[in-house]
């Protein structure tokens, strides 16, 4: 059974630092694209970025709104998929989604798979 | 950068159908997504490569995509369909970019 969670969202002043962490399970974790989803209350959907799989050397990207401050990584060894959130403002306040995208052999099967969320408050 | 619209909300009696739509530049030459989330809850995969249902999705939800359109039908929609809905579409430079979302109210 394909698991995905994650951990570590809580409540920080603006201009801090905050790092999610999202552990899979059940599936061949570096065969799959890992990406970030962010919705803030009571609006929609937002890709925050994502990690490629191994064989695109886990490579990385970013949206626009965080490119500079937000890093995704990913420990093959542990199965998990991190968010390090650096220089942190208000409109970052939302609920984090770690997601299962393309895979290897199944590039076009979409976000096929969500973890439950983890809530991060930017505020002071 | 890449933009996909939706009706804020659409209204269906129950048995009936609904529909609601996606639009963005030339949306049919990528492949479209749907996701349905309920409140509360993490979003749900409904529809994939704009048509295909994942294992475990009832058979009155259908996808099609073409021109710069892509349409999710809800056939004989039940009270457990009332949730948002978000389609998303990917391609090399825009990654996974979400439509802004449609309320499906069932009267």
């Known amino acids: 059974e394909v698991q995905l969670v994650e951990s570590g969202g809580g409540l920080v002043q603006p201009g801090g630092s905050l790092r999610l962490s999202c552990t899979a399970s059940g599936f061949t974790f570096s065969d799959h694209y890992m990406d970030w989803v962010r919705q803030a209350p009571g609006k929609g959907l937002e890709w925050v970025g994502r990690?490629?799989?191994?064989?695109?050397?886990?490579?990385?990207e970013n949206a626009a709104s965080v490119k500079g401050r937000f890093t995704i990584s990913r420990d093959e060894s542990k199965n998990s998929l991190y968010l390090q959130m650096n220089s942190l403002k208000t409109e970052d306040t939302a609920v984090y989604y770690c997601a299962r995208g393309p895979g290897y052999y199944d590039f076009w099967s979409g976000y096929s798979f969500w973890g439950q969320g983890t809530l991060v408050t930017v505020s002071s | 950068s890449y933009e996909l619209t939706q009706p804020p909300s659409v209204s269906v009696s129950p048995g009936q159908t609904a529909s609601i739509t996606c639009s963005g530049d030339k949306l049919g030459n990528n492949y479209a997504y749907w996701y349905q989330q309920k409140p509360g809850q993490s979003p749900v995969l409904v529809i994939y490569q704009d048509s295909k249902r994942p294992s475990g999705i009832p058979e009155r939800f259908s996808g099609s995509n073409s021109g710069n359109t892509a349409t999710l039908t809800i056939s004989g929609t039940q009270a457990m369909d009332e949730a948002d809905y978000y389609c998303?579409?990917?391609?090399?430079?825009?990654?996974?970019?979400f439509g802004g979302g449609t309320k499906v109210t069932v009267l």
């Open positions: 990690s490629r799989y191994k064989a695109n050397s886990y490579t990385t």
């Open positions: 998303q579409a990917w391609d090399t430079s825009t990654a996974g970019v």
